[in-house]
């Protein structure tokens, strides 16, 4: 199986579980590779209630160590899934420096100062708004993140299908200017499990933009975004079977933001 480079501990505020919780189960799934992408702290404490406290950092680190030490056989990577919000850049960039990071992910959660898209508890935005709108900001602001320099891999691409909230306009102009800003970088597209467990019932990023990817040789990799331990390295056999039928044969591990391709 591939490494699982999404994951996330109680840190967050929303999840369940330690670190050493997590690699367990990795470990009891065969796994051989995980990484931590912790919701990254923000420039402000107040921002929301799900990202990590910057104090809690120092925590963090811990936790990993210890997963690292009761299990010598499992390979641990540790790095951060980071909100992309423009005007913070110069505080990615100070996140960015604080560790010797093993891999960035960029994501998206919002598309205005006070929404974040895929939060529940304001699910009823989404009921004001035309949702072709709404997809073409989240995109535009996933192109912006991928054209940033920032990250290394782009997490759960499509994350505005999450409650079905569909456009009925063919939004593949959308898709293709984020793959071909990727592509220009170098970036790594994640194939995330955990729209499985969501509303639309389905692997983030859609088969079609998968298939968009590979034909641009943008490589991949494989993340649960588990928030619990028995999240870890949920439905990779579907994942590994949607990445061969788009023609992918490997997938992207990370070292000190060093990739290298592995075939699976």
Known sequence: MPPDYHMHTRLCRHATGDAIDLAAE????????IGFSEHNPMSRDDWDDWHMYQADLAEYFEQIERARSAFPQLTIQVGL???FIPGQEPWIRELAERHPWDYLIGAVHYVSDTWALDNPHLISEWKKRDPFEIWTTYFGLLT??????????????DLCKKFCFRPE?????LYARLLETMARRGLALELNTAGLRK??????PAPEIVRLAAALKIPITFGSD??????VGADFAQALALARSCGYTESRR?????ATS???
């Open 26 to 33: 990795a470990v009891r799934r065969g796994l051989t590779e």
């Open 81 to 83: 899934e980071v909100d």
């Open 199 to 204: 509303d639309c019932r389905e692997i983030y």
């Open 169 to 173: 306009a063919d939004c593949t102009p």
């Open 144 to 157: 912006q993140a991928a054209d940033s320099g920032l990250f290394d891999i782009i997490a759960h691409a």
């Open 226 to 231: 588990a928030h619990a331990p028995g999240e």
């Open 262 to 264: 592995v075939k699976f």
């Open 254 to 258: 990370f070292k000190a933001r060093t």
